[in-house]
């Protein structure tokens, strides 16, 4: 984390090493022209040291510039993308070690070749403006790289849920109790739970829960279920064992402004579904449905009701355990909720591991194809008007590709409004290895479709469920004929 002095001194030492690279001087040239060592203009360099006014003087002149032009915050226009890189909320608050990367290293590479770096970060800069990149976007999109980085598994936060029993003697059968959980903050931390005073609230009615520090009290929403109140008070005894000071106290973030306090979010969420679901249990009960020749919707509905959580939660802590214990890594997860319209649909969460998998975000305001188990299992729902949970399974061929999915999604009503229909969905790319893995994949009775990403950009022909018109399509139609009419002219 980098504070305005650390930036300042960055600025300056990129200066300097810029323009001593387009004098041609090496460290000990400059030297002698300063007569500064040669250690103190590394470290001036490096941005760990910032020189007093008269040795600001003496480097201006050895570098040909003026005094002011060095102790500014801008530059030239050739420098002046970095320079705005380095004064922006990036560097101050991206933690770039947690990535491997050095600022040492990228200050280097910036100024090796300047007009290429320049026109990149200009480009990005200008994609961020223009599409609304905010800060909250940018910290969602830097913590789902840092999940697939690591596969999204992290095997220190697996044995601190395994710990944390350990210690407090904790061998409760599952599922875990609400009851029983409320006993352990109280008892372990001293924190309250209480359920009454945030209903109370209209203007927090979108506030699952509340941590009152200085009360030490954890206010919850009145209308949540048993599963997502079970994911809350664990999610807190995540952040009291893990001892996270950098955290949000509401659900959901309002504000994000630092990623520390993102990933430390997602830490006590992942200790929050491991201290609920086992791995190694759960690992077993994977390899039991797995192993069926025959997909049963019923089998998803029973391990949810084993543990006592949400949809969302036992999907997502799928992909802990998929890519860990199954070397299944090219999956996605989806969370798609029915807008306010009940025609379009908007994609309110996702995680995509190894590749960009399909489905992706869109958010050109294109229509999702309506073919996704996703959207079917909650058109489903509507039509049984189901209040429970809806299970559904696909295989997803996706137009003019080679690139098969094993779909499987839960949709059930929104607790928050019941005639709003969400699923969440768990893609995983079929071939050799997962054919060897879920042996119902070959259960001639498994739904295959063809589907794409939405329907401006799909070409299947007299497509029932197609909502829009293939724009995008039909707009690259039109040029490649262009093209075929100038090449013959």
């Known amino acids: 984390m980098l504070n305005e002095d650390k930036i300042i001194r960055l600025i300056f030492g990129f200066k300097v090493h810029y323009l ?5 001087y090496s460290y000990q040239e400059l030297a002698d022209l300063t007569r500064l060592s040669t250690s103190y203009l590394n470290d001036i360099e490096k ?12 480097l201006a002149e050895a570098l040909g510039v003026d005094y002011n032009y060095m102790v500014s915050t801008d530059a030239s226009k050739k420098l002046q993308p970095i320079i705005d890189l380095l004064k922006s909320s990036f560097f101050r608050l991206f933690p770039l070690n947690d990535f491997g990367l ?54 220190d936060i697996e044995e601190a849920s395994r710990a944390f029993k350990s210690e407090f003697s904790i061998e409760e059968p599952l599922p875990f109790t609400s009851s ?24 927090l009615k979108s506030v699952r829960s509340y941590f009152d520090i200085n009360q030490k009290i954890l206010y919850l929403q009145g209308n949540l279920s048993e599963a997502q109140v079970n994911f809350l008070l664990a999610r807190e005894l995540g952040f009291q064992f893990l001892e996270l000071k950098e955290r949000p106290f509401e659900t959901k973030i309002i504000h994000i402004d630092t990623f520390e306090k ?70 996605f997860f989806i969370r798609l909720a029915e807008n306010k319209n009940k ?52 295989i997803s061929k996706y137009w003019n590709s080679d690139k098969e999915y094993l779909c499987i999604s839960l949709a059930r009503s929104s607790h928050d409004n019941s005639d709003r229909g969400v699923s969440v969905t768990l893609g995983l790319l079929v071939n050799p290895l997962l054919k060897g893995i879920f042996y119902f994949l070959s259960d001639p009775k498994l739904k295959y479709r063809e589907v794409h990403t939405t329907c401006e950009r799909c070409g299947i022909k007299d497509c029932e469920q197609r909502v829009a018109p293939a724009k995008i399509i039909e707009a690259q139609k039109e040029q490649e004929d262009r093209i075929e009419a100038l090449n013959n002219l």
Request: net charge positive.
């Open 20 to 24: 001593r690279r387009q004098k041609g």
């Open 47 to 58: 941005g760990k040291r910032y020189p007093k006014p008269d040795k600001v003087s003496v």
């Open 102 to 155: 050095s600022l040492e290293k990228l200050l280097e590479l910036f100024t090796q070749t300047p007009d290429k770096v320049n026109a990149f970060i200009s480009t990005i800069f200008r994609i961020a403006r223009n599409y609304q990149i905010d800060e909250k976007k940018f910290y969602l999109e830097a913590l789902r790289s840092y999940q697939d980085m690591h596969n999204n598994y992290f095997g």
């Open 180 to 203: 029983f959980l409320e006993d352990q903050l109280l008892e372990l931390y001293g924190i309250k739970v209480n359920k009454k005073k945030l209903p109370q609230n209209k203007e």
């Open 262 to 331: 993102l990933l430390n979010n997602y830490k006590a969420s992942h200790f929050a579904a491991a201290l609920l679901m086992d791995e190694y249990s759960l690992v077993e009960d994977i390899k039991m449905v797995a192993r069926k020749n025959t997909w049963y919707p019923m089998d998803m509905i029973a391990l949810l009701k084993k543990y006592n959580v949400t949809a969302e939660t036992f999907m997502q802590r799928l992909t802990n355990i998929l890519p860990h214990h199954f070397g299944i890594e090219d999956l």
């Open 343 to 394: 025609e379009t649909y908007e994609m309110t969460k996702d995680l995509h591991l190894t590749n960009p998998q399909s489905p992706y975000n869109n958010e050109l305001g294109e229509h999702y194809c309506h073919r996704w188990v996703s959207i079917t299992s909650i058109n489903e729902l509507k039509k049984f008007k189901r209040k429970s949970y809806i299970a559904d399974a696909q």
